[in-house]
């Protein structure tokens, strides 16, 4: 099995690392400081095969997301859960939006982070 990181810059590096916590439930896996000028703090389950990785440069702008399709699914087939989810989402920050694409609002719902990326928790199965 491969392990996935997925890498983007912010420039509210401790906000967004906060949000994911507490809104997706991830742990700090590691965090760096000053390496080759980059900070980073990277954010998983330790037992899954893919984390996050939150990065900022010192004189660097990252910017928001350059589209409303920039998205991160999660499938939580079980409703309460599901719904669990949903309101941590909120009390961490994230504001609930209209997705771009219909489709993730049919069963599911999208929240936008402070840099403007999205997150989707989709209240299905995921299927191959």
Known sequence: MHTLRIVRPTDNLQEV??????????????????????DGIMLGHPQSPYHLEFTSKAGHEAGQAPTPE??????????????????????????????????WDRNGRTFEDVDGYRVVLQNSEWNR
């Open 70 to 103: 920039n998205l991160l699914v999660f499938y939580i087939p079980d409703r309460v859960e599901w719904e669990t989810a949903c309101a941590k989402m909120v009390e961490s920050g994230f504001v609930s939006v209209e997705s771009f694409n219909p489709y």
């Open 17 to 38: 690392a906060k949000m994911y916590q507490v809104g997706l439930g991830l742990q700090v896996l590691g965090s760096f400081e000053n390496h080759d000028g980059f």
